[in-house]
């Protein structure tokens, strides 16, 4: 139980264009999922926390009009990167928290296997 | 603000080698402690966590105790094995831990271990 999946796993699209990537709870309700970006042996960064309903929030230095969040249900979130440059290139991975109370763990964030984004 | 530093990988071992990976953090108050494991193609898994000084997270054979005396995490295992390679990361999360809170991660150590 608790798993979180990805779509697309791997995407490549030109400059300029937008890619929407989302991010499900298949087992599982989740009020607060999270989206991260993972360079090359490095950390993962939070860029914004989204939760269902409401807008999301953003860290710092994240241009929110150009990752657009959207956490319509209980079990989908997604990601638009807009406008898309080689920069953006990157692994985006999303996590989603368990809500409390259900027959799997409530206290746990679950992560999704990422989408590596090529933007050429 | 609250950061956390662990040793860079790789880390190559010989199978039923001894393992630490060392981890310190700096954070405001007492954040609860975690490490991640990686494996190739899959999302990250909690591997095991700590919410309080001088507790002990384990879990398969794994063990990291919560120092809080030297911002410490340390993960260990006696023995490891082919299938524990991996890239682990260490991470935070402030005082009062849900599942809804923001997780601070570590760049990540990438585990080889040589049959």
């Known amino acids: 139980g608790a798993v979180v999946s990805q779509h697309p796993s791997r995407v490549i699209c030109k400059s300029g264009t937008s890619v929407k990537i989302e991010c499900r709870s298949l087992d599982f309700q989740a009020t607060t999922m999270f989206w991260y970006r993972q360079f090359p042996k490095q950390s993962l960064m939070l860029m914004a926390t989204s939760n269902e309903g409401s807008k999301a929030t953003y860290e710092q230095g994240v241009e929110k009009d150009k990752f657009l969040i959207n956490h319509a249900s209980l079990t989908l979130s997604t990601l638009t990167v807009t406008s898309a440059h080689p920069e953006d290139s990157s692994f985006y991975i999303c996590s989603a928290s368990l809500i409390a109370g259900g027959p799997l763990k409530g206290n746990e964030q679950f992560f999704g296997p990422g989408t590596r984004l090529t933007v050429l | 603000g609250d950061s956390v530093t662990q040793m860079e990988g790789p880390v190559t071992l010989s199978e039923e080698a001894f393992l630490t990976i060392n981890c310190t953090y700096t954070a405001t108050g007492y954040p609860s402690l975690f490490w991640y494991v990686q494996y190739p193609g899959e999302g990250l898994q909690l591997l095991l966590k700590a919410t309080k000084a001088d507790d002990k997270g384990s879990n398969k054979g794994f063990e990291a105790t919560y120092r809080k005396e030297t911002t410490s995490f340390h993960l260990e295992k006696g023995s490891v094995q082919v299938s524990d390679s991996a890239v682990y990361f260490c991470?935070?999360?402030?005082?009062?831990?849900?599942?809804?809170?923001?997780?601070?991660f570590g760049s990540g150590t990438r585990l080889s271990i040589r049959p």
């Open positions: 991470a935070l999360s402030g005082p009062g831990y849900s599942s809804a809170s923001k997780i601070i």
